[in-house]
């Protein structure tokens, strides 16, 4: 499962923002991935400032907003969210991800207006199913013998009997 940190700003004793996206799950039954996303002000020393400030963040078309103020030091966690996000028919997925942090502070002498990043993010591919060709090779008045084909190596085989409502494994 994807783990990625997109880190932005200038590293070191300025403050700056990290964007954690991790796959917490994959739901290969529904085409889908569940990602949590965290976006992070990271600051090395004390920042002093009481004003409002904005940040937001943009995963997969959706975005996220905050509001708040910045002062203090250490991680101050701004957004926490989880997204399912469906994948392509081939199973794969890459997510385009961009975060913002408005900072507008005078930091050793230089103005630091806004922190931003962006990136893409390919999640884990999600397997498809095999294609299954059957055959009735005999039936009575209470079984029915089917011969099976697939183009694929099959761990399992699910099948219905009353057009989809229900599966047997």
Not at 139 to 162: G, P, Q
């Amino acid at each position: 499962m994807v783990n990625e940190t997109l880190t932005f700003g200038r590293v070191g004793s300025r403050p700056y923002g990290q964007l954690i996206i991790n796959e917490t799950s994959v739901l290969p039954e529904l085409n889908q991935s569940v990602i949590s996303i965290q976006l992070v002000l990271k600051r090395p020393y004390n920042i002093e400032s009481t004003a409002t400030k904005t940040a937001t963040c943009t995963i997969n078309r959706t975005t996220y907003d905050w509001v708040g103020t910045i002062g203090g030091r250490g991680d101050k966690v701004l957004i926490t969210k989880t997204q399912v996000v469906p994948h392509n028919d081939d199973g794969s997925k890459t997510i385009l991800v961009s975060a913002a942090i408005t900072l507008e502070i005078t930091w050793s002498g230089i103005w630091v207006g806004s922190i931003q990043g962006s990136d893409a993010i390919t999640l884990t591919k999600i397997p498809r199913t095999a294609l299954v060709t059957q055959t009735l090779a005999d039936k009575t008045e209470t079984s029915l013998t089917i011969n099976w084909s697939t183009n694929e190596i099959v761990d399992r085989l699910w099948y219905s009997s009353d057009n989809g409502s229900t599966w047997t494994r």
